[in-house]
C-alpha cells in the first residue's frame, strides 16, 4: 500500500512518517509535501493508496485537494489527520466520503497504524473484483459480484440508475418500482459472528431476509464493505410504499427474534425515488441507526424525526462550557443538572456521531479528573480496575450509559472528597487544640489559628463547633480559665493571673472566668482552699 503525507507543519510530517515501522507493515510512504499544489504533483504520479491529509494549509484548505483528487483519483482513499476538533469539518469531511477523522491531539501510533490497516482492508476488500463483464461472467459466486457491484453504488462510485437498474435485474431483482429505501440490521455478534465469511449467501440470517424481501416487494440483502447488514429495498405499491417498508422491517425483526432469539434494530433511509441515490439512502440509514445510541428502541426512519438543530447544538456547547469553567467539585447539583441537559440535547438533535458524543463525555471527565487532582484525590483509586479514562467512554451502547458512568464518577469523587474534608476537619481540629495548648499564655485569635490550619476563620469556627459541640471561642476561654484555676491554686494572686494568662485586663479575666465557671476568682480559690 502507497502512502502520502501532506501536512504544513515539518515535524508533522516527520513525526507520521518514524513513529510507526511504515516498511515493516507493508507501507511505502511515496511522498510528503507542505502544501497543495506539490501534494498534488506526488498524487499524480504515485497515485497512492491513502493520503494522509492536514486541513489547515497556509494557502487552500487540506478539503480542496480532497475534492479535487476524487475526481482524478476515485481509487484513493484520505484520512484527515488534523489539531481541528469542529462539529463542521467533521460534517464537511463526512460528505467528501473521508475514511477517518483523527485528532493530532489525542491519537497515538497505535491509533494511527489501526486506522491504516482497517482502511487499507477496505481497499483490497474492493479490490477483489473487478467489475468486468468478462471476468463477472467467470465469476462463480455472483452473490459477491453483486455485492461488489452495490458497495460502489453505496459509495457513490456507481451512480447510474440504468446501469444500476441492469444490474440488479440481471440477478433476478425486479427494479422497477420508483420507491427505493436502504435499510440496515444492526445485530452485533449474535448474527454475523466475528471470522464468518461475508462473501456468500448462505449465511443464515441474510438467506432469511432474502426470502421475507422477495415476498414483501423486491431487493437484495447482505454484508457491505462497512460489516453491516445492508438491505435494498423496492416496494410493489408506489402509493404505499411507506408502509410496505415499514411492514417488511417488522417481518423481519419478528421473524429473527422468533428463529434466532436476537431482537435487532433496524434504520431505515427515505423513500429515495430512484437508485442512482443508493449512497445518499446509505448515508440516511446510517445516521437514522445513530439514533439507537440516543433514544433506544428498535426501528428508525431518517425522515421522521428531523429536527431544527443549530439552536440545540449551541445549547449542547454552552452546558459543556459550564461544566469546564466549573472550579468547584462540591457544587455536585449543578454538575450533574448540566450533564443531564447534555444528554437530553444530545438525545434530541441527534447532531453528533457516537465517536463526538463520546468524545464531549470524555472531555467532561479528563475535567472532573483533573479538579480531583487539584483537590489531592488520588486518581489511581477513583479509576480503580480502568487502565485509563478512556474507558468510561468504551464499549457503550447508549448515550444513557454514557452519563450513568459519568454520574457514577462523579459521585465517587465527591465521596472520596467528602472523606478527605472530614480528615482534614478532624486534623484541623486536632492542630488548633494541640496550638490552643501550647500558646494558653498568650493572646489567642481566630486570625492566628487561621493561620495554622490554612482555613478562614468562619470555616474553621464551623468546623470546629461541627466536631466538638463547642464554640471555638468558648473552647479557649475554657482551656484558659482551667489553666488559670491551677494557677490561683499554686499560689498567684488575680493581677499575676492575670497578666501570666495574657488577658487584656482584670476585670475582663474576672468577667470570662465567673461567664465559664459560675463563680469569680475570689470566690472560687476561696471555696476551693476554705478549711
Known sequence: MKLLILD??????????????????????????????????LARRHRPDIILVDIILPEKSGFELIEQLHEELPNSRFIIVSCVNDVECYKKAISLGVSEYLLKSTITPDELLQVVEKVSEDIRKERVFDETEN????????????????????????????????????????????????F???????????????????????????EIIND?????????????????????????????????????????????????????????????????????????????FFKGGRLYYYNREKIEKEELIQQIIEEKENILSNQNLFDTNAIKESIKRITTLLSITVAFSQHHVKMIFLDIIYHLLELSRKANLDIKELLGDCPDPSFFVENVSSIQELKVRTE??????????????????????????????????????????????????????????????EALVQYISRAKVDKAKELLLSGQTIPEVTETMGFSSESYFIKVFKKTSGVTPFQYTKKILAP
Open 408 to 469: 457514577m464518577l462523579l459521585s465517587t469523587i465527591t465521596k472520596e472528597l467528602r472523606d478527605l474534608a472530614i480528615d482534614r476537619q478532624s486534623n484541623a481540629v486536632k492542630v488548633i487544640k494541640q496550638y490552643v495548648s501550647d500558646h494558653l499564655q498568650e493572646m489567642i485569635s481566630l486570625k492566628r489559628l487561621s493561620e495554622q490550619v490554612f482555613l478562614s476563620s468562619n470555616y474553621i469556627s464551623r468546623i470546629f463547633r461541627k466536631r466538638t459541640g
Open 184 to 210: 440496515l440490521l444492526s445485530s452485533g455478534e449474535e448474527l454475523m459472528p466475528a471470522g464468518i465469511r461475508t462473501d456468500t449467501d448462505e449465511i443464515p440470517v441474510l438467506k432469511l431476509c432474502q
Open 135 to 182: 471476468e463477472e461472467m467467470n465469476h462463480v459466486n455472483r452473490f459477491v459480484v453483486l455485492s461488489t457491484f452495490l458497495n460502489k453504488a453505496l459509495k457513490g462510485q456507481i451512480s447510474d440508475e440504468q446501469q444500476i437498474r441492469q444490474k440488479l435485474e440481471s440477478y433476478g431483482v425486479n427494479s422497477i418500482s420508483k420507491s427505493v429505501y436502504i
Open 8 to 41: 504544513d507543519e515539518p515535524l508533522a510530517r516527520i513525526g507520521i512518517r518514524t513513529i510507526i515501522p511504515w516498511k515493516q507493515k507493508g507501507y511505502q510512504i511515496v511522498g510528503e509535501a507542505g502544501n497543495i499544489e506539490t501534494a498534488m504533483n
Open 216 to 292: 414483501t416487494g423486491s431487493g437484495f440483502i447482505y454484508r457491505n464493505y462497512e460489516d453491516r447488514i445492508t438491505g435494498i429495498f423496492f416496494g410493489h405499491d408506489a402509493g404505499n410504499s411507506d408502509q410496505s417498508i415499514e411492514y417488511l422491517c417488522q417481518r423481519i425483526q419478528a421473524t429473527v427474534e422468533q428463529m434466532f432469539d436476537v431482537h435487532p434494530a433496524i434504520s431505515v433511509s427515505s423513500c429515495l425515488k430512484n437508485s442512482e441515490r443508493l449512497k445518499e439512502g446509505y448515508k440516511q440509514a446510517l445516521e437514522a441507526l445513530d439514533r439507537q
